[in-house]
């Protein structure tokens, strides 16, 4: 094992601090890595195996679609794109969908959305004059949005932004659950208020209700957009397709990947049609890959799997069995200080940092994750059941206790 890692640290950008495994196959909620040690997986690669592994009908979807076709570009159409994007907005009761290859160009399109709304709604050549129109957006501290360049502008985290700047410009930060803090941000330039419904890697974080109905009822006051990120919160980890589900609240645009296409790389970008009527048009926004035909056969076979298997039924049904849990770690490890999350997505902050807590569940044969440094997440693949969620415990029981 150590000449592939040795060999690995030689060829691979230093860009992350990995744990000395190299993972061979999944198969349900497990995972082997290449000496055919089985881990328990609450980690889903970032909240992405929606479905665990091997998933048959889904392997079997995406086989039929290689033989097909792969790729085409957007200038014609394809089936799986076609179907993809219906089957997209039947769930979210968005009017438009456009692909991308990421997360974070799924943000990076959703921005150039806003800016582009701004420039309509506030006439081209008018007010400010000239191509600098400059739309502002309002972002959230403790965000997380992405690596490139112009989703790193709206991540409230200078960790990630510091070395990049300058960024792009007319961003504001405000802070999560405070509306007032939002209200004193905005100027006759805001198009946009953006944040995610479920704050992931800023520490599991939820938008609260009352939160969400303000920033809404002033958005629609101001003609201000409403972009929510449910890159990681999306696809029925809370127990809804959406998160903003949970809250009726509806965004203008919607920013999804991760388990869209459950761990074939894909993401989207959908809006209303009174946003897509004054935003991206013909030669506005394009990508080459985006929309491929078997990325969208991978989105498309999952929303399928989801209605045929209930997946949202069953996360509803598995959750509390997970926040039970969890709240019994709560009340029996002193360091381990709260509970916070909706459904399958759940953060547990401790008062000390939780490396060694990863390090010691891996050598059990448990993947779990942080989100910052106190804090442990759970996001499982959707499909667990009840006697995961005991093994999982167990195992956690065990190594917090070692602390
Ligand atoms: C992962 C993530 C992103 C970025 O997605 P990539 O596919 O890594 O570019 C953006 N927003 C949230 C909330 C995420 O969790």
Redesign the pocket.
């Known amino acids: 094992m150590q000449e592939y890692i040795t060999q690995a640290e030689q060829d691979l950008l230093h860009t992350y601090n990995r744990y000395g495994i190299v993972f061979d196959r999944g198969e349900g909620v497990y995972l082997y890595d290449k000496e055919g040690k089985k881990y328990l997986d609450f980690f889903s690669g970032?909240?992405v195996n929606a479905l665990g592994y091997h998933y048959q009908d889904f392997d079997e979807a995406l086989k039929e679609q290689i033989d097909k076709l792969l790729h085409i570009s957007n200038y014609f159409y394809n089936e799986p794109a076609i179907q993809a994007a219906a089957k997209l907005k039947k769930a979210s009761g968005m009017d438009r969908v456009f692909f991308t290859n990421?997360?974070?160009?799924a943000?990076e399109g959703a921005l150039k959305a806003a800016r582009k709304y701004a420039y309509t709604r506030d006439g081209h050549a008018g007010s400010f004059g000239g191509g600098s129109a400059g739309g502002e957006i309002i972002a959230m501290n403790h965000s997380?949005?992405?690596?490139t360049m112009g989703?790193l502008a709206v991540t409230g985290n200078p960790r990630y932004r510091e070395a990049f700047e300058p960024l792009i410009g007319n961003i504001r930060f405000a802070d999560m659950n405070d509306f007032e803090s939002v209200k004193g941000q905005v100027t006759e330039k805001t198009c946009a208020v953006l944040f995610?419904t479920l704050q992931?890697?800023g520490g599991i974080y939820p938008a609260e209700k009352g939160f969400m109905e303000q920033v809404k009822a002033l958005c629609e006051e101001r003609d201000i957009l409403l972009i929510l990120?449910e890159?990681?919160?999306g696809m029925g980890r809370t127990g809804e397709m959406f998160a903003w589900q949970h809250y009726g609240i509806k965004p203008d645009i919607m920013?999804c990947?991760?388990a869209i296409g459950g761990g074939v790389p894909v993401?989207a970008f959908l809006m209303t049609e009174r946003v897509a009527e004054k935003s991206l048009a013909a030669g506005d926004h394009g990508t080459t890959y985006g929309g491929n035909p078997f990325a969208c056969q991978a989105v498309s076979k999952m929303l399928d799997l989801f209605e045929e298997n209930d997946i949202i039924g069953h996360v509803q049904k598995i959750a509390p069995c997970l926040e039970q849990c969890l709240n019994e770690l709560v009340s029996e490890f002193d360091f381990v200080k709260a509970r916070r999350g909706l459904g399958l997505m759940q953060g547990l902050e401790c008062s000390v940092p939780v490396g060694g807590v990863i390090s010691g569940c891996l050598e059990k044969g448990l993947v779990l994750i942080n989100a910052g440094s106190n804090i442990l997440r759970f996001v499982p693949p959707l499909v667990i059941e009840k006697e995961h969620v005991d093994e999982m415990a167990e195992i956690l029981r065990t190594v917090l206790a070692d602390q």
């Not at 990421?102 to 160009?105: K, P, V």
């Not at 997380?144 to 690596?147: A, I, K, L, P, Y």
């Open positions: 970032i909240a990421s997360g974070a160009e943000i997380f949005h992405g690596r989703a995610e992931g890697e990120d890159i990681q919160c920013a990947a991760k993401g």
